[in-house]
Every structure is written in structure tokens, then in C-alpha cells.
RNA sequence: GCCGAAGUGGCGGAACUGGUAGACGCGACAGUCUCAAAAACUGUUGAGGGGCAACUCUCGUGUCGGUUCGAGCCCGACCUUCGGCACCA
């Protein structure tokens, strides 16, 4: 007697069974070939939402799947624990963001059971915990030691509404904060930062990854290398021991044309080249541009301003003596803070020449050019004129000469620039790893001797932003001694950005328990690196950056052996609701769990893969969710109720098994290529098929079993309980999910007839069905006596017959 | 401004390397069951036209043009949407 498809029950039945058996625990000493299959871990703001089941269910039945296929599959969660959000709902509700963190993570915990993932709990890395966040720390020592962490006083990126500063990578490109939309200021700071820019140019590189060429171009954008020169230009005196200022240029084709010299207004030599007589008129610009808000400068639309400082530099290919300007169209961070105005040939420069009147020299001929006044600069390339010696030279060639030459002469040289900064890491807020650092009147900068790790999060330090760390404020934190010399001391009160946990969670899940290191080395030779890693577009040139950086260093000081993280990397699309990502801070997070309880979790999981394709996201719309529904009570229906054959035949139990070989084939290729969508609209005809054949009984009950057993496979990792619940109740042994991947068999797909397309003048006129072995003279006869086709052609003479075998006959006329 | 991705029924989306456009699902309509409704099941469903009918014709993948026996797919121009970078020298 057939019973209903009651997902709440088996569902819980399942999990806990698995659980128990620790069904997806990897071993590190299990035989099978080893993969390392991971999702991003979350934040643990307290709900899971369908957002986080977009990106979490379609990983999941693709490790399923690698699973079921031999692989000794690793497939870890975790909690990304520490961060602003802990410490706003601490100082909001009054709890401590350790209390309010784990309350949250217990919760998540559940709610990601429910969705019956393969996760390996037993390996399960929270970021905010003293023996995870002890080597975050010993990883900033390395990095201090390895001369990759440094402290430095810079203009950082400060958000008033989160009371911190910023890395570059999380102010978005309207210069607002990634985090709460505040738009950021500047400030002179202290601060520590890791050497990302040494790793600029290896970052670049891509080799022996399959990474999406989105996610390449991103990075690659943010990284930004110009390939160009540098160029002295002599002071005409000597000012602070400096005799020359040098530029940046990608142009070094066009030096002859440099009418004026541009420094940036917070160049520390502006003062010292500044005139007397120009020096109220220089004060009083820098003072203006310091009021423009970071928006406002970097605007395109923004007026080219800027006043002469007085000074006087010598172009020393040419000896023209050249005019110093200060505006704020050039930034001291990029280059060398100097540029060389070229107004002919750069389109800033040629409106900044035009607004202040200075020359305009045509040094790269345009085509069809006569000599006379540009209307625009000629960005392009060309014959060099009023060039001295390169004069004739095409410039690309002539920028070759000029640099030969320069560098022949000691007057600049070839080198290449990268819009990357370094990554600023301090953060002045509570709750995140502390910074391992002391400082010592008589020792200066000490490091904490690794022993004394993890430096601990005081609990009782008050969260209270106040634009500097929380720490600051806490005297049994701040006041300790010197590991150098003993005498009293202050440990540095700022504390990591999140970003540096998530640098190598990922090598943490292989040795959770390990307490000699960050990792067992071993171990991470074991598994490392990931072979296949899901998540977000959004952390393109934050995490995913960042995170191969970080594993460069750790390859360059010792600790690993191999240079990159992510083997694959694919990025699901996001799920959206009215217009923006589902998260919590937006408050438009729509909750699984009643859809759970209504048609359960196999349903809910593959829904979310049915939307569409995984990479593309799309708008939550909960309509379509009960055909997922529908289609997984007619599976248990038409598995349990039974079969009874009434009229068996051979050509029936063959149609059968041909459709069973394709869904298989075509239903592996699905999911090895993330094609999730198409792979359960497949799994659904496969479905419809066997109902029918049910109704007929034209297949024998092996046939029938065997297609029943297959479709269940098949279903596995998609809707992992209820796979198991109808393995069971077919009279399989626990469990579907240890048993092997169903192959097929290519012979067994092919059909034997086909439907022959006939065309005339490549317009369809008729189908016919005819033997998968027709030859072409036969299907031109075929195609020729259809009497469509003849209405079609009528008495015009055929011009031409294409055949497209095993396709289409096309008669053109 | 530069770079990249994408535009297909009422909706989400299929369509392998140029070869039957609209798979699969939602919705809608009709039917079965029911006192009725819901659920479930069955059928129809791109638009327009012709025919009593089996059927048949025309149009149709953002717009315009091109290549080809044949274009959703390739090429050119444009429109729209989304994403990245942007005074980066």
C-alpha cells in the first residue's frame, strides 16, 4: 500500500541517520582519488536566507555528485565570525558580539542541516575563535617577518558611519562604503598594511586556473599595469637635496611635447618648489582642494585646475625649460605623483593647457594633419615630428628609441605601474583578531613573540565606536611590557580586517584540529589546493584577491608549496529581491524555512537550481515552486505504487533503455558544467517518460526496475532524501549516496529512426521519419516524393540539394 | 569615456560546433473527480489568417542591414539593461 510523500518526515529521518553514520566525513587515509570541493563560508548574521541556499544547494549536489563518482569528496563549512555587524548588534541589544556570533552560528548551524548538505561538520572553522584567530595572528607575525606587514602614515579611506578605515577594495567606485553606503572621507593615519603590490605582476597571471574571464578581467582591472617609462626632469636648482623630479609616463613617444610639469598638491615637495611670490596663490589652492570631497575630485566631468608653483624644470632630451603647475587632476598615489603635460596628445592635459593658455606642441602627426592647431588631442599613433633626432619615426617605434636613448644617457628608464595599493589591514574597531604588535618607548615597533598567542579579545572592553579601537580604551588590554627589554609598554589597539580570516579558512578545514601550527603540513599536501571553489562575483578584489596573496606569501616564506588557492572557480549569479541582493543589513531577506516545511527541502533545493542558469542569479519568485513539488510527488508516487507489465515488447524495453543511457549522459555532462537547470528539466522528461511507460506496461519488471534504479541515482544528489527514502522502499541497502555513479553506454543512445527535416529554399515543409542509416541519394529520393514538398516545388527546376545527415534535405529551387 | 556580459511566448527559461525556435516548468483556458471548492489528473496554449474537417499558409528570437542553400547563433551599425574600471598620466 502505496503512503504519501511526506518530505518533513524522511527528511529528518535522513539527516539524522547520516549524521550518525557520519556518512560524509572525508578521511584523510580513505583510497579513493581526493577532491576538495568548497562554498564560501558565511557570515553569521543569524538566518539563513534563500540566498544563501542559492549559493550553498547547487555546490552541494555537485560534490554529491563527485562524490557518487569515487572522489573522496571535502566538503567543509564554516562561519566567517568576526566583523562589524557582531559589534553594531552588540552595542544595539547590550550583548557581548562573542555571545551574539555563536547564538547566531548555532542557529545557522540548523538551518543548514535542513537543507540536507554533505557538509563535514566534523571539520567546521570559526574565524572568531581563540585557537582559529591565534594563527591569524602568527600569520601577521610571518608576515611582519618576512618584511610583507608594515605600518605606515598614509591618507586612508575612513567611513564616519562605521567609525574605521577602509582597504581600496571596499569603497565602492561612487566612493561609498561597501558596507553601509556612507560615502568616505580621508585621513591622515598610522596604520599597517600588507605588501600586496610586490605580487601585483604574479597576480596577473592566470596560468593552470580555470577562472571565468569576468573574474579575470576584474582583477586584472584592479591591478591595472601600465607598461611605460620613468623620466627625470632637472630642477633648475636643488631643493631639499633633490635635484630632479621624475615622471611617469606611458608615452614616452611624446616627450618632446611637454609644455608643463604637473605635481600632485600633497606632493611633500610642492612647498619647497613653491616661489615666494607665488606661495598666498599655491596655499591657498591646496587649501581649496582639500575641501573637495574625494567624489568631487575624482569626477571626469570635474574642471582641470590648478596654479603655476614658480618653478622651472628642464626637459633634458631637449633642454626646454619647463613650467611647474600643481592640480589636483594628479594623484599622489599613482606613479610618481609628477606628470609630464603633454596637451597635444592627452586629453587632461590638452584642456588644462587650453584653460591656462600654455603651448600646445604637436609632437605625433595625425593623419592628414597640415600643421596647424588641434581641435582635440591625437591620442593615436603616427610619424614623430619637432622631435630632434626621432623625427620620421612611427611613435610606437620612436617611444622604443626615446627609452634606448634615456636609459643610454641615465635620463629615465623603463618601468611599469600598477594602480593596485597596498591592502590597508587595521581596523579600529573591537571585534576582530587584535594586531599582534607592541610598541615601546625604548624598543620601538615589537612584535609578540609567538608564544605568548593568541593575543586575546579582552571581554570586557567597552564596544562603544569612538573613531578609534575599542581597545585603546581598555587598560588591562593596552598596558603590558616589552618582549624585547621588559620595561612597560602599549600593544597596538587596532585589529585585523575580516578579510585576513578569510585569507585561509580554506587550508584550516583540512587540519581543523591542529594545534602545532595554523595547519599540518601533511595534511594541506593531502588536499590543497581547492579543487573547486563557489561563491559571489562581489568578492572578486576583495577575498578572492586577497586570498591568492596571501597563499603567494605563505608559498614565499615557506609554508606551502603550491602558489595558487582556487584551482576552479565558478561564481553563481545573485539571487535578487525587488532589485538587490538578498542580506540582512538590506533587510530584504526572504527565509527558507516555511517553504521547507511546506514542500521540503529536496523540493526547495531544487527549485532554486530549476530558476535558471546558476551563474546568472535571477529575481526571487516563489510561483514555480509548486510544480517542483508536483514533479517530486509523482517520483514517489510512480516509484511506490508499483509496476505490473500487461504488454512487454523488445522495441518498448529498448526505447526505454535508450532513453535511460541519454538522461544519464546527458544529465553527468549537466552537472559537470554547472548546468543545473537543464539538468532537472531532463531528469523531468525522464520522469514523464516512465509514467507512461507505467500506464502501458509494455517493459518487463527487470526493464522497469532497472529504469526506476537509474532515475534514482540520477536524483541523488539533487534531492539527496528522497533518493534515499525510494532506494530504501525498492529494497536497496543504506545508502544511494555510497553507490557509484550510473555510466552509459554511447551504442545504447542512438536511435534508430530519425526525423529527416525537408526544406524548401530553407524553409521547413515537412518532417519523415525514416531509418537512422538512410544514405543520402535515398533521403534525396525521400525528401523529393513528399507531396508537400512537390506542392513547394512545383515545376521549378532544383538548383541545388544540400544533405545535412542524419538532419535535413534543403531543395533549392 | 574605456572594457565586458546580456536582450527569445503572459512569466522563469531551452535550443550540441549555423540546420525542426519555444525543451522543462509556472501561469492561463477547457475537461475529469466533487454537493461545491481545493488538491490531483487529462488536454490545449508564440501571434495572425484560411478551412466543416484531417489540415494549411504567413509572420516571429531588441532594431536596421549583411554573409549563407539555411541565422536566435556569424559579421557591421545602432537601441536597451546589467557589471567592472575611470582625471591612473
Not at 266 to 293: F, G, N
Request: net charge neutral.
Amino acid at each position: 500500500m502505496a503512503s504519501n510523500y511526506v518530505p518533513a518526515e524522511i527528511e529528518k529521518k535522513w539527516q539524522q541517520r547520516w549524521s550518525a553514520e557520519g556518512l560524509y566525513e572525508a578521511k584523510d587515509d580513505d583510497p579513493r582519488p581526493r577532491r576538495y570541493e568548497l562554498t564560501m563560508f558565511p557570515y553569521p548574521s543569524g538566518d539563513l536566507h534563500i540566498g544563501h541556499w542559492y549559493a550553498m544547494a547547487p555546490s552541494d549536489v555537485h560534490a554529491r555528485f563527485k562524490r557518487m563518482q569515487g572522489y573522496n569528496v571535502l566538503h567543509p563549512m564554516g562561519f566567517d565570525a568576526f566583523g562589524l555587524p557582531a559589534e553594531n548588534a552588540a552595542i544595539k541589544h547590550g550583548v557581548h558580539p562573542y555571545i551574539w556570533t555563536m547564538r547566531n552560528i548555532e542557529q545557522m548551524r540548523a538551518q543548514l542541516r535542513s537543507m540536507g548538505s554533505m557538509y563535514d561538520w566534523s571539520r567546521e572553522v570559526v574565524s572568531c575563535q581563540p585557537e582559529y584567530y591565534r594563527w591569524t595572528q602568527w600569520f601577521f607575525l610571518k608576515f611582519y617577518e618576512a618584511g610583507l606587514a608594515y605600518r605606515a602614515e598614509a591618507p586612508v579611506n575612513w567611513c564616519p558611519s562605521c567609525q574605521t578605515v577602509l582597504a581600496n577594495e571596499q569603497v565602492l567606485a561612487n566612493g561609498e562604503c561597501e558596507r553601509c553606503g556612507t560615502p568616505v572621507t580621508r585621513k591622515e593615519l598610522a596604520q599597517w598594511f600588507f605588501r600586496i603590490t610586490k605580487y601585483a605582476d604574479e597576480l596577473l597571471s592566470y596560468d593552470g586556473l580555470d577562472w571565468s574571464e569576468r573574474l579575470m578581467t576584474i582583477q586584472r582591472n584592479w591591478i591595472g599595469r601600465s607598461v611605460g617609462a620613468e623620466i627625470a626632469f632637472r630642477l633648475e636648482r636643488e631643493v631639499a637635496g633633490v635635484r630632479e623630479l621624475r615622471v611617469f609616463t606611458t608615452r614616452p613617444d611624446t616627450i618632446f611635447g611637454v609644455t608643463f610639469v604637473v605635481i600632485a598638491p600633497e606632493h611633500p615637495l610642492v612647498a619647497h618648489l613653491t616661489t615666494p611670490e607665488r606661495k598666498a596663490e599655491v596655499e591657498q589652492y591646496i587649501a581649496w582642494t582639500r575641501r573637495q570631497s574625494e567624489i568631487e575630485r575624482q569626477s571626469t566631468e570635474h574642471e582641470k585646475t590648478g596654479v603655476f608653483i614658480g618653478s622651472y624644470v628642464i626637459n633634458q632630451l631637449n633642454g626646454a625649460r619647463v613650467p611647474i603647475w600643481t592640480s589636483d587632476y594628479v594623484l599622489l598615489s599613482y606613479g610618481t605623483g609628477v606628470v609630464m603635460g603633454v596637451p597635444a596628445h592627452d586629453t587632461r592635459d590638452f584642456e588644462f593647457a587650453k584653460r591656462y593658455g600654455v603651448d600646445i606642441k604637436v609632437v605625433v602627426a595625425p593623419p592628414d594633419w597640415s600643421g596647424g592647431e588641434l581641435a582635440e588631442a591625437y591620442l593615436g599613433h603616427g610619424t614623430m615630428v619637432n622631435s630632434g633626432q626621432f623625427n620620421g619615426l612611427p611613435s610606437q617605434q620612436g617611444a622604443e628609441a626615446i627609452c634606448d636613448f634615456m636609459e643610454q644617457k641615465g635620463l629615465g628608464k623603463r618601468t611599469v605601474t600598477y594602480r593596485i595599493r597596498d591592502w590597508l589591514v587595521s581596523r579600529q574597531r573591537y571585534w576582530g583578531a587584535p594586531i599582534p604588535m607592541v610598541y615601546c618607548d625604548r624598543c620601538g615597533i615589537v612584535p609578540v613573540p609567538e608564544k605568548d598567542l593568541p593575543v586575546l579579545l579582552p571581554p570586557d572592553a567597552e564596544f562603544k565606536p569612538t573613531g578609534e579601537s575599542p581597545l585603546k580604551y581598555c587598560a588591562s588590554f593596552v598596558n603590558t611590557t616589552c618582549p624585547a627589554c621588559g620595561g612597560p609598554a602599549r600593544r597596538e589597539t587596532d585589529t585585523m580586517d575580516t578579510f585576513m580570516c578569510s585569507n585561509w579558512y580554506f587550508i584550516r578545514y583540512t587540519s581543523p584540529g591542529y594545534d602545532k601550527g595554523p595547519f599540518d603540513p601533511e595534511k594541506v599536501r593531502m588536499w590543497m589546493p581547492v579543487n573547486l571553489y563557489t561563491g559571489g562575483i562581489e568578492h572578486a578584489v576583495l577575498h578572492l584577491l586577497y586570498s591568492r596573496f596571501f597563499v603567494k606569501a605563505l608559498r614565499d616564506i615557506g609554508l606551502v608549496k603550491f602558489s595558487e588557492p582556487f584551482i576552479k572557480m565558478f561564481n553563481q549569479g545573485p539571487i535578487v529581491q525587488g532589485k538587490h541582493k538578498m542580506s540582512k543589513s538590506r533587510g530584504n531577506v526572504v527565509a527558507p524555512d516555511q517553504y521547507v516545511a511546506e514542500v521540503g527541502a529536496d523540493a526547495v533545493r531544487a527549485y532554486l537550481m530549476f530558476i535558471g542558469p546558476w551563474d546568472q542569479g535571477g529575481e526571487w519568485n516563489d510561483s514555480g515552486l509548486v510544480g517542483m513539488s508536483r514533479w517530486l510527488n509523482r517520483v514517489w508516487n510512480m516509484v511506490t505504487e508499483g509496476y505490473q507489465p500487461s504488454a512487454v515488447g523488445t522495441e518498448e524495453e529498448k526505447a526505454l533503455r535508450r532513453m535511460a543511457h541519454t538522461s544519464i549522459k546527458r544529465v553527468t555532462q549537466d552537472l559537470e558544467a554547472f548546468r543545473f537547470n537543464t539538468m532537472l528539466a531532463r531528469l523531468m522528461e525522464l520522469t514523464n517518460y516512465l509514467g507512461d511507460v507505467q500506464e502501458a506496461g509494455t517493459v518487463s519488471v527487470q526493464a522497469w526496475d532497472e529504469a526506476v534504479e537509474r532515475l534514482l541515482l540520477l536524483l541523488a544528489p539533487s534531492t539527496p532524501h528522497l533518493a534515499e527514502e525510494l532506494w530504501e522502499r525498492t529494497g536497496h541497502a543504506f545508502s544511494i549516496h555510497n553507490r557509484q555513479w550510473p555510466g552509459w553506454d554511447e551504442e545504447l543512445t542512438r536511435e534508430d529512426e530519425i526525423t529527416l527535416v525537408v526544406q524548401v529554399n530553407g524553409k521547413l515543409r515537412d518532417r519523415v521519419t525514416v531509418s537512422a542509416s538512410i544514405t543520402e541519394a535515398e533521403a534525396r529520393e525521400v525528401a523529393l516524393g513528399r507531396e508537400r514538398v512537390r506542392a513547394h516545388v512545383g515545376n521549378k527546376q532544383v538548383r541545388r540539394l544540400v544533405y545535412v545527415p542524419g538532419k535535413l534535405v534543403n531543395i533549392v529551387v
